[in-house]
């Protein structure tokens, strides 16, 4: 349990990452997000190799089926996050403040979270461990969370056109007319 905990001290520097944004305390905070990354990475492989209760026994057919979904929803959340945004701008100079309404960001405002919620779902149905389905709740819970904060206080602060965003494309859930924006903004 220790390690969700350190999973849950990760988006605590998220958030600060995220205020520094906007209240530009000081250029030190930028790299809260990669510190805030990696321990929320080595919090996710403390919780995958843990000796934790067995909610059910996987197969062996079960477990590559599910872990190799697991890595394509942590791909695309990957992209979401670092291939469809301008990484040095967004999370090295902390400093990129324009909306993208195209590819995933058509889809909804916060498409990483699907990703991420999906990337754990499907490693604890490949491991049946307790531990990563608790991992899966909490840790998904934290990030709606915390992307409803970035959504109502920092992002309309620091993205140009933000307000606009939110009117035409939904928080979380895609639509029929998010999923058509999206398929219209194929090769642009």
């Not at 403390?46 to 872990?67: C, D, R």
């Not at 990957?78 to 993208?100: C, Q």
């Not at 779902?121 to 709606?144: E, P």
């Not at 979380?172 to 194929?186: E, I, T």
Request: glycine share 8%; hydrophobic share 50%; proline share 3%.
């Amino acid at each position: 349990m220790f390690d969700v905990l350190l999973g849950c001290l990760a988006f605590g520097l998220l958030y600060i990452f995220d205020f520094n944004k906007v209240k530009k305390i000081h250029s030190l905070f930028t790299g809260f997000f990669a510190i805030g990354v990696m321990l929320l990475a080595w919090s996710s492989y403390q919780v995958y190799a843990s000796e934790s209760y067995l909610v059910f026994q996987p197969t062996s057919f079960s477990f590559y089926l599910f872990m190799t979904l697991g890595i394509v929803s942590a791909g695309c959340m990957f992209y979401a996050l670092f291939g469809a945004l301008p990484f040095t701008k967004t999370y090295v100079d902390g400093n990129f403040n324009e909306v993208i309404d195209t590819g995933v960001y058509a889809l909804c405002r916060h498409p990483g979270v699907w990703g991420f919620f999906f990337a754990y779902l499907f490693l604890f149905l490949a491991t049946g461990k307790l531990l990563v389905l608790v991992a899966c709740i909490i840790w998904t819970l934290m990030d709606i969370v915390h992307v409803w904060v970035q959504d109502v206080y920092f992002f309309p602060k620091t993205l140009k056109g933000y307000d606009q965003y939110k009117q035409t494309t939904p928080f979380l859930w895609v639509n029929r007319k998010s999923f058509l924006r999206f398929m219209q903004s194929f090769g642009k």
